[in-house]
């Protein structure tokens, strides 16, 4: 009877394959001086996504690179950001400013690819967004340009396809 029992508390328990894919845009040491001398952080810029119209965006600090990844990462996962897509690529054109930073976006035909660089490049890779053009403009802030982008993507307005009577021709409505 003992054995059985031992088996029982020996079961381990088997972490999920985590569902989204995650990537570190910036990754800093940080510093604040007190008065007993200078205590050093690390600061981790985390972007999570599921390559199928959903991403996030983290930021968090922690005493050593993991703690901050894993802060970043689960800060991530409650900003999760539904991105509306039409054939791979975004409904519409789009301009956003946050800040300093700003991004535009503009849909692609079939077969451009990502035409973008740096933190934003990351964005529309994990949100699955297949081909888009896209130009950044004002600060070099990768922080500023992610959350500009994550703005962008999540101020996309949903359309919808109907066939007009007898016609193969679509007539594409945005709805508000």
């Known amino acids: 009877?003992?054995?059985?029992?031992?088996?029982?508390?020996?079961?381990?328990?088997r972490k999920e394959q985590p569902e989204f894919e995650q990537q570190i845009v910036?990754?800093?040491?940080?510093?604040?001086?007190?008065?007993?001398g200078k205590r050093m952080r690390f600061r981790a810029c985390v972007v999570i996504g599921d390559k199928k119209g959903q991403v996030g965006v983290g930021l968090a600090k922690g005493r050593d690179v993991?703690?901050?990844?894993?802060?970043?990462?689960?800060?991530?996962?409650?900003?999760?950001?539904?991105?509306?897509?039409?054939?791979?690529?975004?409904p519409h054109?789009?301009?956003?400013?946050?800040?300093?930073?700003?991004?535009?976006?503009?849909?692609?035909?079939?077969?451009t690819g990502i035409i973008a660089g740096g933190a934003s490049r990351l964005v529309l890779e994990l949100?699955?967004?297949k081909n888009v053009?896209?130009?950044?403009?004002?600060?070099?802030?990768?922080?500023?340009?992610v959350d500009a982008t994550i703005?962008?993507?999540?101020?996309?307005k949903k359309i919808k396809e109907e066939k007009i009577d007898n016609k193969e021709d679509k007539n594409i409505k945005i709805q508000e």
């Open 1 to 13: 009877m003992s054995g059985k029992d031992t088996n029982k508390k020996k079961l381990k328990i």
């Open 26 to 36: 910036d990754l800093a040491r940080v510093t604040r001086v007190m008065a007993g």
């Open 66 to 90: 993991a703690l901050a990844v894993e802060k970043a990462v689960a800060k991530a996962e409650k900003n999760l950001t539904k991105v509306n897509l039409v054939n791979g690529t975004i």
């Open 93 to 111: 054109e789009i301009y956003v400013k946050v800040g300093a930073a700003k991004v535009l976006l503009k849909p692609a035909p079939a077969g």
């Open 127 to 129: 949100a699955g967004v």
């Open 133 to 145: 053009v896209s130009k950044i403009m004002g600060t070099n802030n990768k922080i500023s340009n």
């Open 151 to 156: 703005k962008a993507l999540s101020s996309l």
